[in-house]
């Protein structure tokens, strides 16, 4: 059984950082997935912000956070991480981590086959 397990959400002021965590247990192991983050902000749909394909093949970003969000990954802990730089209203939402057993990644939620539970980022003054 897989369960991905994130973290690292909050309250933030515009401008500001934060780092998400997406943890994997169980039988998996996230350098042979493809990785995505998604969002998803009340009243609309559930988006694709970035994700990157099996062993960090290529990276794929939404548009709206071009040069401000990062993905990084860590096999040692089977982690991945969401940098999170320039924080805007707009960012705020709850964010999920999913993983698809596939080479490329991409940024359509039904890609991908499981999900984590959220977390919720604000960003506000």
């Known amino acids: 059984q897989v369960q991905l397990v994130e973290s690292g959400g909050g309250l933030v002021q515009p401008g500001g950082s934060l780092r998400l965590s997406c943890a994997a247990s169980g039988s998996i192991t996230l350098d042979y997935y493809a990785v995505g983050w998604f969002r998803q902000a009340p009243g609309k749909e559930r988006e694709g912000v970035l994700c990157f394909g099996r062993s960090h093949s290529h990276t794929y970003y939404t548009d709206s956070v071009k040069g401000r969000f990062t993905i990084s990954r860590d096999n040692a802990e089977n982690t991945v991480y969401l940098q999170m730089n320039s924080l805007q209203p707009e960012d705020t939402a709850v964010y999920y981590c999913?993983?698809?057993?596939?080479?490329?990644?991409?940024?359509?939620?039904?890609?991908?086959?499981?999900w984590g539970q959220g977390t919720q980022v604000t960003v506000s003054s």
């Open positions: 999913a993983v698809g057993y596939r080479v490329y990644c991409s940024l359509d939620p039904p890609e991908y086959d499981y």
